[in-house]
């Protein structure tokens, strides 16, 4: 049974051909898309890898630059099939690459499928990777003297700027940290004794923010010390005002950041994948037709085109045991190689006994 059979003749061809010539240029274009699409977001990524736990979501960015570097290539070859497939001497050179040609398109489909897929799946990854970072980084807040650690500060000052976020889930994780460095705390303060030693771990906590925490918009100048004291600043209530912070904790920022470029990428790839199924479809009509007209003896005849010549299950069966064959052949070409040298020194041996026995006995 032929699948999706049709008729070509010459003409018909030659518009195929033509068409799928811009075609395949048009996936090169969205093979170079998707690769600057993996590079950026891999770039945004590396951007926040301090304030990130593990990389199992660079996963996405790098499928999308190896799928869009392989799509390049692979559509490349596409256009040049087009313009030998109307030469009959020069289209027979494709014949056994366009197997391979079927098989890398086909894959590379599955494999954009699968970035959409993962786009969706790696939330929970994600938000449990910034869960992680964000709060080691704002804990090592204070360490600009420590080897590693010497540009967390900015990294969360300019973090929390950029994004119009504070603290990990929101601004009240500064009160349970230690973010003022001991080199510029005075140790002969009564106050700040008393801090240290109110606390189990004598860290030096305070119900304050840094200053990237203050929202520029407020009319209000900025409050970062005594946040939870109604006393401490005139007109104040702690428990009823809307403070002059960044209400958004700074995980939820990145994630719905992150997240939003991923799946702004979900109906730009299902568009390369549309074009490249199309152009995937287009080359076997193209390539069934072409071989039919050139088994007529008559390139310039009608022929038909199909996508599969035979069921799915006979195709299936078909392709599963041409692979068992070039797997046996390997092995039988390698079990070959590794008994060659004892069979040759065999054969020698009775190449030597045969001319012994074939030479006269001297007379004695």
């Not at 958004?248 to 730009?268: E, F, H, V």
């Not at 040298?341 to 045969?354: I, L, S, V």
Request: hydrophobic share 40%; net charge neutral; with cysteine.
């Amino acid at each position: 049974m032929v699948l999706l059979k049709m008729r070509f003749t010459q003409q018909r061809r030659v518009r195929l051909a033509q068409g799928l010539w811009l075609l395949s240029w048009l996936a090169v274009m969205c093979g170079a898309f998707i690769f600057c699409l993996g590079v950026y977001l891999k770039t945004e990524l590396l951007r926040r890898a301090e304030v990130m736990d593990n990389s199992e979501i660079h996963v996405v960015p790098n499928i999308l630059m190896m799928v869009g570097l392989a799509s390049i290539g692979t559509n490349w070859v596409a256009s040049r099939v087009c313009q030998d497939s109307l030469d009959a001497s020069r289209f027979p050179r494709w014949k056994l690459l366009l197997l391979a040609w079927f098989v890398v398109a086909a894959l590379l489909c599955c494999l954009l499928i699968a970035v959409v897929v993962l786009s969706y799946a790696l939330q929970g990854r994600l938000e449990e990777s910034l869960k992680v970072g964000l709060r080691n980084g704002i804990r090592f807040y204070k360490d600009t003297d420590v080897p590693g650690r010497c540009f967390q500060k900015e990294t969360i000052d300019r973090l929390q700027m950029e994004f119009r976020c504070c603290g990990n889930n929101n601004f009240r994780d500064w009160f349970e940290v230690q973010w003022v460095s001991n080199r510029y705390l005075d140790f002969t303060s009564k106050d700040v004794k008393d801090r240290i030693r109110s606390n189990v771990d004598g860290r030096y906590l305070l119900d304050a923010v840094p200053f990237s925490c203050c929202n520029p918009a407020s009319t209000r100048p900025c409050l970062q010390y005594h946040l939870t004291d109604n006393r401490a600043h005139y007109n104040y209530e702690y428990q009823s005002e809307e403070l002059n912070l960044y209400n958004r904790g700074c995980r939820q920022a990145l994630i719905d950041y992150y997240m939003g470029l991923m799946n702004s990428t979900g109906p730009g790839v299902l568009s390369v994948i549309l074009i490249q199924m199309s152009v995937l479809l287009s080359m076997r009509y193209l390539q069934t037709a072409v071989e039919g007209a050139m088994s007529l003896e008559n390139p310039e005849g009608d022929s038909e085109g199909y996508l599969l010549e035979k069921g799915m299950k006979e195709t299936f069966e078909e392709v599963k045991g041409n692979v068992l064959n070039m797997l046996k052949f390997g092995q039988a070409d390698a079990t070959a190689a590794e008994v060659s040298p004892e069979a040759a020194d065999a054969e020698k041996a009775a190449d030597n006994a045969t001319e012994k026995a074939a030479s006269p006995t001297p007379a004695s």
